[in-house]
């Protein structure tokens, strides 16, 4: 019986411990997993490794994760992977934002 394909997610966080713990429930659940420490490198790592699933933060250095939504939504070959953005935001209007953006769901 052959194995089945491993599903590669794209965590994007600049704190590295909620990146870890991402990593760490991820990996168990036997997913692979690449990271990104901020917008910028979301962004190029979607493009690059166009993962199946991304998980973006959006506090982060640099560029924002609804701006980093925003470029993997208008590029050609990223524009279909889906994105959750996850972060400790609550209020009404970030979600909204998030959901404008471009990102298929949004947990707080």
């Known amino acids: 019986m052959a ?3 491993v599903c590669t997610i794209l965590v994007a966080d ?3 411990d909620q990146r870890a713990l991402y990593v760490d429930i991820l990996t168990h659940a036997g997913y692979a997993v690449i990271e990104a420490r901020d917008g910028n490198e979301a962004i190029q790592r979607a493009r690059e490794d166009r993962p ?3 998980l973006m933060d959006v506090t982060m250095p640099g560029t924002s994760g609804w701006n980093a939504v925003r470029a993997v939504r208008d590029q050609v070959e990223t524009s279909g992977i889906p994105v959750i953005v996850i972060t ?4 009404t209007r970030d979600r909204d934002a998030s959901f404008a953006a471009g990102s ?3 947990l707080s």
């Open 88 to 91: 400790g935001l609550t209020a």
């Open 104 to 106: 298929d769901a949004y």
């Open 3 to 5: 194995a089945p394909s």
């Open 14 to 16: 600049d704190n590295p």
């Open 52 to 54: 199946a699933l991304i």
